[in-house]
C-alpha cells in the first residue's frame, strides 16, 4: 500500500504506520525520524534542520524534498510505503505530487487521523523517547513506562522528553499543524483520495483503513 497518515503531532500516525508496516511489508517513512537522526548525527541536514526543530518550526522544503525523492527511491519502497508527517504544507502536497508522478508512483489514499486537542496535549507531555538515534523507542510515562525508569528497555540508552515535548513546544506545533498542514485536508479532497478517521484508538484507525483499501 502507498499512503499518507495526516493527523496533528501525537495524533498516533507513527504508531499506526508501525503497525501497517506489518501488514504488507510496507515502510514507514518518517521525515521526523529522519531529520532527527541526521541532528543525532552532526550531519549537514541535521545542523540546518536542528535551529527550527528545536523551536518546533518546519523544516525548509528544499530539504525535505531532496530527502523525500532519495528515500523513495531505496530498494524498500518497492513493497509500499506509508509518509508519516509528509507533506505538511500546500507547496509540499504539490511538489509530492509532481515527484510521484517523475518516478511513476501512484498512491493509494489520504488518510486524516482526528484525535481531540486534550488527548493530544497529554500523550505528547507524558511521552518519552530514547536518546539513541538508532532506536528511537518511544514510552509514556503513564501508559507506558521503560522497566527501569529513564533507561531505554531496547538499547539501555537513556529515555528522554524531547525539546519540541515540552507543554510550550507542543501548543506552538499544534498551533502550526493548524495554520500550515490542516488546508492539506481540502488539497486531498479535491484529488479524491481522502479518507477523515476520528478515533484515538490504533485499532479502530487499522480497522476503518482496511475497511477503504478493501482487505
Do not use: W
Amino acid at each position: 500500500m502507498k499512503l499518507i497518515l495526516l493527523g496533528a503531532p501525537g495524533a498516533g500516525k507513527g504508531t499506526v504506520a508501525k503497525l501497517l508496516t506489518q501488514m504488507d511489508g510496507s515502510v514507514q517513512i518518517s521525515t521526523g525520524d529522519i531529520l532527527r537522526g541526521a541532528v543525532a548525527a552532526g550531519t549537514e541536514l541535521g545542523k540546518k534542520a536542528e535551529a527550527a526543530m528545536k523551536r518546533g518550526d518546519l523544516v525548509s522544503d528544499d530539504l525535505i524534498m531532496g530527502i523525500m525523492e532519495k528515500r523513495l527511491q531505496e530498494p524498500d519502497c518497492a513493497k509500499g510505503f506509508l509518509l508519516d508527517g509528509f507533506p505538511r504544507t500546500i507547496p509540499q502536497a504539490e511538489a509530492l505530487k509532481l515527484l510521484l508522478a517523475k518516478l511513476g508512483i501512484k498512491l493509494d489514499m489520504v488518510v486524516s487521523i482526528e484525535v481531540p486537542r486534550d488527548v493530544i496535549l497529554d500523550r505528547l507531555s507524558t511521552r518519552r523517547t530514547c536518546s539513541n538515534g538508532t532506536c528511537q523507542a518511544i514510552y509514556n510515562v503513564k501508559s507506558n513506562p521503560p522497566k527501569k525508569e529513564g533507561v531505554c528497555d531496547k538499547c539501555g540508552s537513556p529515555v528522554v522528553q524531547r525539546e519540541d515535548e515540552t507543554e510550550a513546544a507542543i501548543s506552538h506545533r499544534l498551533e502550526t499543524y493548524n495554520q500550515k498542514t490542516a488546508p492539506l485536508i481540502g488539497f486531498y479532497e479535491k484529488e479524491g483520495m481522502f479518507v477523515r478517521v476520528n478515533a484515538t484508538s490504533s485499532d479502530a484507525v487499522i480497522a476503518a483503513i482496511k475497511a477503504k483499501l478493501g482487505k
